[in-house]
């Protein structure tokens, strides 16, 4: 069965770093795009960043250019969210999602969602 499983989020201090993992079973990673979502309280999903099964990167949130990056290890089959100098604003829970090759900023077109970890920034 196709899962995809979400790890590492948690409490961090403000200006702290939190790497998030994203493990796929089931199937392969490499032909697929994955994308990182945030949902804080009250608030709708948003996407945050991409990659595309060549590697590229796309940022749908500009708060987090420049603090936050993507990576894949297509061999362990895992994406993963760095996420450096965190900040209140960006507390929520993250999940992450698959699509066929390219990212997109239609969250209808993501096809399999992970059930997300949260990840809590205060003092």
Not at 29 to 38: C, K, N, S, T, V
Not at 54 to 76: E, P
Not at 108 to 123: E, I, K, L
């Amino acid at each position: 069965q196709a899962q995809l499983v979400e790890s590492g989020g948690g409490l961090v201090q403000p200006g702290g770093s939190l790497r998030l993992s994203c493990a796929a079973s089931g199937f392969t990673l490499e032909h697929q795009a994955i994308g990182w979502f945030r949902q804080a309280p009250g608030k709708e999903r948003e996407g945050v960043l991409c990659i595309s099964s060549s590697g590229t990167t796309t940022y749908y949130a500009n708060s987090v250019k420049g603090r936050f990056t993507i990576s894949r290890d297509n061999a362990k089959n895992t994406v993963y969210l760095q996420m450096n100098s965190l900040k209140p604003e960006d507390i929520g829970a993250y999940y992450c999602a698959r699509r066929p090759f390219d990212c997109s900023p239609d969250e209808s077109s993501w096809n399999y969602w992970g059930q997300g970890t949260p990840v809590t920034v205060s003092s």
